[in-house]
């Protein structure tokens, strides 16, 4: 049982992590392309610095909320889903049986062995074993929706600070080419903390996250170019 809780525990962990990172990840992209397009616009400095708080500000209360309303939606889906095989051990017990030693068997266990699992695995706790080889979640494993939004709340504001820093900071011959390679090492490594946390292939994660930032930058300043021209 102490196990079972632990693991519980770095589920969730794990879980607002990854919110905290995709905020970072948000915040730098946002911002990046806010700045970097208002940059192509115009030279002036306060326009620049004024245009990145703003974005800053209204992604860290979007992120927080939208955050907040996706995991409580999660939530309840589960909840929905849990009460739901509650009353189907209920009514056809025989029938959710058979259907998590079906499950076994398609992943490739013998039907032996099979039987012997979904025996177990029912006998010691029914609901846990069918919600977990139905759906594919553990029962008791929400993570908060609390704790996710602030985690994206204080994740995306520090993902801007760096584009926002760099473009006003920089001179402003260089600011905007300093700013997209500040902005490209930043997703790389967001992009490959994000891979490590979801058990996905680094490389992928990293390249798709970059491809995308370099491609919101160019298309904010050449439209910000357009504008200004």
Avoid at 73 to 99: M, P
Wanted: charged share 15%; no cysteine; proline share 2%.
């Amino acid at each position: 049982m102490a196990q079972n809780a632990k693991k519980k525990t770095l589920a969730q962990k794990i879980n607002v992590m990854r919110a905290a990172v995709m905020g970072a990840n948000d915040g730098i992209v946002s911002v990046a392309g806010i700045v970097i397009g208002v940059a192509g616009a115009t030279s002036n400095n306060f326009a620049i610095f004024i245009s990145g708080i703003s974005g800053m500000l209204a992604g860290t209360v979007s992120m927080a909320m939208g955050e907040f309303v996706s995991v409580n939606t999660q939530k309840d889906s589960q909840r929905n889903a849990i009460n739901q095989q509650k009353n189907a051990l209920a009514k056809s017990y025989g029938h959710e049986y058979g259907a998590v030693r079906q499950k076994l068997v398609s992943d490739g266990i013998s039907t032996d062995l099979a039987e012997q699992a979904t025996k177990e695995m029912m006998t010691r706790d029914p609901l846990k074993t069918s919600v977990r080889q139905k759906y594919g979640f553990n029962v008791g494993e929400f993570t908060n929706p609390l704790s996710a939004a602030i985690a994206s709340m204080i994740s995306f504001p520090t993902g801007s600070i760096l584009p926002l820093v760099a473009i006003t900071m920089f001179p402003k011959s260089i600011r905007i080419i300093a700013t997209a390679i500040a902005v490209i090492i930043a997703l790389a490594i967001t992009g490959f903390t994000a891979a490590k946390l979801g058990n996905s292939n680094t490389n992928r994660g990293m390249f798709r996250n970059v491809v995308s930032g370099i491609l919101t930058m160019t298309v904010t300043y050449i439209i910000g170019t357009l504008i200004g021209s």
